[in-house]
């Protein structure tokens, strides 16, 4: 294993010890009550159990009741991320990463944010304590919360909902990697599982962005950041196309 870590690039390597012991401590803490998914994953900005720190955290946090969920998120880092690294350095690298990461986080936002703001003011309509409701929220009291018809129950219902939504992974900023690397080596060929047959990077990955955007709209309910992924991805091609454009070079 450590002969493994050793052919690994240093921010890559760190990446992937933070993850894995993030998820271990966080097995740790459920197993004595704690809920670090929702304490370190994102929720929306004006959610009120959001938390500044969770920008970063965020990134670090998977679920815990999907194993597959951060297996595949570290192979993908260390699949592309590795090769980023050693391409642009350890520097140019941790930039990328962390704004594909805040790319993801801001794109998540764009639409929850504003449900909640017109959910608020449709409580203050209704005459309830949206300052109460927040406090009920963060003590985990949501059971406590009175409602005189089934208007106010519905839009209470909703406002719990979207403040307790949580987002947690390096998916987006994965999506940032990956869709760099397609857009520097869109020639490369991808080995797929299943069927075991070769596939340039520019259809596998596009393939997959464009299921996201798609997914992103239509697929609501399915408890998947879809606009997380595509903002990581945006930025990420983003950031390739102007670094491409400086650097003067072009990598097929």
Known sequence: MFSFLNNIPQV?????????LTYIAALVLSGKGIDAYSMLGT????????QPFQVITYMFMHSLQDFTHILFNMLILVMFGAHLERLWGPKRYFIFYFASGLGAFLLYNSIGMWEIFELKKHMS??????????????????DQIMYNTEDEHLVLQRYYDLSVSTMAGASGALFGIMAGFAVLFPNTELMLLFPPIPVKAKYLIGAYL???????????????AHLA???GAIVGIALVLIWRRTDRQNFW
Not at 13 to 20: F, R
Not at 43 to 50: A, G, T
Not at 127 to 141: A, C, L, P, Q, T
Request: charged residues 15%; aromatic residues 12%; without cysteine.
């Open 229 to 231: 992924h595509v903002g």
């Open 12 to 20: 890559t390597k760190n990446l992937l010890i933070l993850n894995v």
């Open 210 to 224: 464009i299921f996201e955007i798609y997914s992103s709209l239509y697929a609501v309910n399915d408890h998947v």
């Open 125 to 142: 309509q209704l005459g309830i304590d949206v300052n109460v409701v927040n406090h009920k929220i963060k003590e985990g009291f949501i």
């Open 43 to 50: 929720h929306y900005l004006n959610s009120p159990l959001f």
